[in-house]
């Protein structure tokens, strides 16, 4: 196990078999290729960081937006995903970066460019979607507040049948 000062999470102890590369780094970040993915628990699915082992000033948030937008399909270049290495029985990890600013309710995700991750391979990479569907600056939080009221209705319907 490996140990990292953060500057957003103090020291963090990683397993360098379970770092992601990003050959060629994030867009504005080339200096850092490699990252941790990280939660706050183990029952989060919704939110992740990826930290850099590489520099600890650098981390992204991390949003599956699946849980709130199922109907997400964004089209990257076959290229770009076969750089990722072969595909194993572990499917591709599709996150996009969140931006949470002090007003949360201005929290915004990018969806024009997921960061894609083979995890049988360790490595990743940010890609810019071909298809023209998804915003870069796309505002998230009213779907996440749908999101919560939706699974809070369809758990208080299951309890009752």
């Not at 964004?74 to 290495?85: A, K, M, N, S």
């Not at 002090?102 to 929290?107: I, K, L, P, S």
């Amino acid at each position: 196990m490996e140990k990292l000062q953060t500057r957003h999470f103090g020291e963090v102890t990683y397993d360098l078999d379970r770092v992601i590369t990003f050959e060629d780094g994030i867009p504005g970040f080339p200096d850092s290729k490699r990252y941790m993915l990280m939660s706050e628990t183990e029952d989060e699915d919704t939110f992740f960081w990826l930290q850099s082992v590489d520099e600890g000033d650098v981390a992204f948030t991390l949003m599956d937006v699946y849980k709130v937008l199922p109907d997400y399909d964004p089209q990257v270049d076959r290229f770009e995903v076969d750089e990722l290495g072969p595909l194993a029985e572990t499917p591709l990890l599709i996150y996009n970066i969140v931006v949470i600013p002090d007003y949360v309710r201005q929290m915004r995700v990018n969806l024009r460019a997921p960061v894609v991750i083979n995890l049988n391979t360790g490595l990743g990479k940010q890609m810019i979607c071909t298809n023209d569907d998804y915003s870069i600056r796309f505002m998230i939080f009213e779907e996440l507040e749908r999101a919560k009221k939706k699974l809070a209705t369809d758990k208080n319907a299951g309890s009752n049948s």
